[in-house]
């Protein structure tokens, strides 16, 4: 009975130093939640208005033929950037992630070729497991995510577009509605405008009509030099500005998740130490009640 105790009070001893460890971990993905669901909605307002600008310039001119608007009528090359983490412990923010992207996959068909770009060590290990071309992989973007860090994924995303070799661009990432909620979405990000895709990367939950009506209502613009200028100069930003959004949304989602995960955990480590608790008490009074009966029956055994 006493090697029972002490393996049940050593199984005690160590999930409490694993609770100590999962409860500072929800505290730092705390931290770092707080400061990533800053940025993420800091940055929404000139993302939708960006994404708004572009939709409102393509009803006041033809823009037809600007590469990063020209939607192709056929589509056999799609690449996807996807965007998860580099660790785990975060729930199930990575695999919710890989699982809308298999979904695409399946729903683009086997005549479509697919190549990916990966920020986020989780995604491109799961991409290479689903036989899927990985061009790029990123790594230390989402932790403490910088626009600098971001603009040379903005520009490759960009240069392959514009030289043909995709007829299709989507955005995989992690949509942060709330602390407790967290959506895997994948978007269409280039060409740019197009009518199938009104929800944007960033687009604020709560719609305000007036301000949408008023700003649809102007419709003539003056451009100069010109229109492909003022285009070549806008476009190319404004893909930068949703791949950062992008960026800065599954960064709030990931330390969201990871908190949940980590709380979750802590609190599964009180309940099982409780209950680990219980049967240390159970076994020491079991033992007790032993010796009681064996010194009881000594004593018997001695006066007969």
């Known amino acids: 009975m006493a090697v029972q105790t002490r393996v049940i009070k050593r199984r005690i ?44 310039i393509g009803e006041a001119t033809d823009t037809s033929s600007h590469p990063l608007l020209k939607k192709n009528e056929k589509v056999e090359r799609v690449l996807i ?8 412990l975060a729930g199930g923010f990575n695999s919710n992630m890989v699982r809308a992207v298999r979904k695409e ?9 697919i190549e990916t770009i990966c920020i986020g060590k989780r995604g491109a290990d799961a991409m290479r497991r689903m036989d899927l071309s990985v061009m790029a992989s990123f790594t230390d973007i989402t932790n403490k995510t910088k626009f600098e860090e971001v603009l040379p994924i903005g520009k490759m995303v960009i240069d ?11 955005v995989a990432y992690t949509d942060f509605v709330s602390a407790i909620t967290q959506k895997p979405l994948v978007l269409d990000l ?39 200028d003022v285009l070549d100069k806008i476009l190319p930003r404004l893909v930068e500005t ?8 599954s960064a709030a989602s990931e330390h969201s998740s990871r908190m949940l995960a980590m709380r979750s955990a802590s609190d599964a480590a009180s309940d099982m130490i409780d209950d680990l ?7 020491r009074q079991a033992g007790i009640t032993q010796e009681i009966a064996e010194i009881s029956s000594g004593k018997a055994a001695l006066e007969g």
Not at 105 to 113: I, K, N, Q, T
Not at 197 to 203: A, F, H, K, P, R
């Open 242 to 249: 949703m791949v950062y959004q992008a960026v800065l949304e």
């Open 13 to 56: 001893k160590s999930v409490k130093n694993t609770k100590k460890i999962t409860k500072a971990m929800e505290l730092v993905a705390a931290s770092k939640m707080r400061r990533a669901v800053i940025n993420t909605l800091a940055s929404r307002p000139y993302s939708k208005l960006a994404w708004n600008t572009v939709l409102s």
């Open 105 to 113: 996959v399946e729903a683009l068909g086997d005549s479509v070729s």
């Open 277 to 283: 608790t219980f049967t240390f008490n159970q076994a």
């Open 160 to 170: 392959e577009f514009t030289k043909g070799n995709f007829d299709l661009v989507k």
């Open 81 to 88: 950037l996807l965007i998860t983490s580099d660790r785990g």
């Open 190 to 228: 280039l060409p740019l405008g197009a009518p199938e895709s009104l929800e944007t990367i960033g687009d604020m939950k709560e719609k305000d009509e007036s301000k949408e009506k008023q700003f649809n209502e102007a419709k003539e613009y003056t451009f100069e030099p010109s229109p492909r």
